[in-house]
């Protein structure tokens, strides 16, 4: 006879401060900081030219997008300010780790971006780089910077709004 037992959920060890987040499956590099600088107004996802020695490096988690941006020349758009460290192995033939890696996307999406950048303040910025299959990808936002007011006003809403929570259990305890 087969007993069955209740799998108990272990809880989730907190995260503590200065430890690397543990990013989505297929994520190799994330920008957090994107949501903290930028209201996000659109996203798109765009393949990304890249090298061997790069996939190679990025397949190993090793990338930096924090102060990335993508520009626009001559109708096509390109990923500058990300850092691919070079490959180990590859150790003749790598790449350059701060070039600037062109982005693909359909000629209408293109055209259409350069449309609504040519309002005020909208920016490119990528907020991660991931693995669709065996393609590498990045998520772009089309972002208006925030003043530092919206900041402070958004920092103070959300601790307004944990004392709320905070209250609330304690009530219903």
Known sequence: MATSKKSKKSPKPKQAKGEPRELK??????NRRARHKFELVEKFEAGVELRGSEVKS????????????????????????AHIPPYGPASSQNHEPD????????????????GKMAQKGLTLVPT????????AKVELALARGKEGRDRRREIKDRDTQREVERDYKQRMR
């Not at 070039?99 to 350069?114: F, G, N, P, Y």
């Open 25 to 30: 499956s297929g994520d190799v590099a994330t």
């Open 58 to 81: 990025l397949r190993d988690g090793k990338a930096q997008i924090n102060e990335a941006f993508a520009t626009i020349n001559e109708g096509e758009i390109f990923l500058r300010g």
């Open 128 to 135: 991660r780089i991931y693995f669709k299959g065996p393609r």
């Open 99 to 114: 070039r600037a890696r062109k982005l693909l996307l359909h000629r209408r999406e293109i055209e259409r971006l350069i």
